[in-house]
């Protein structure tokens, strides 16, 4: 199982990016998809995830601004992120959750104020 994270950069506050995660070597469309966030000297946290039914569920501080989506056919999860704040500034990961955890290497977000 090989996950990949892209899509992360910098853009100023009030911006929007859109995160995606390919997956290979995996029957995608069975499993849950999360999107977590880590900055330095914090735990990684959750921010949204997916389940293989498409039922979403996301942190307080990101309802209403953010939406993970996924494609199955693509084997791609998405987190589109709109009216970003500096305090979204973190190393992005997605993970499946299969027999164990998946973790894709991060895409580093900034948000400059």
């Known amino acids: 199982v090989q996950l990949q994270a892209s899509g992360g950069g910098l853009v100023q506050a009030g911006g929007s990016l859109r995160l995606s995660c390919h997956a290979a070597g995996v029957n995608f469309r069975l499993y849950p998809i999360g999107w977590y966030r880590q900055v330095p000297g914090k735990q990684r946290e959750l921010v949204a995830e997916i389940s293989d039914g498409g039922s979403t569920n996301y942190v307080e501080s990101v309802k209403g601004r953010f939406a993970i989506s996924r494609d199955n056919i693509r084997r791609t999860a998405y987190l589109q992120m709109n009216d970003l704040k500096p305090e979204d500034s973190a190393v992005y990961y997605c993970?499946?959750?299969?027999?164990?955890?998946?973790w894709g290497r991060g895409t580093q977000v900034t948000v400059s104020s």
């Open positions: 993970k499946l959750t299969r027999d164990r955890y998946y």
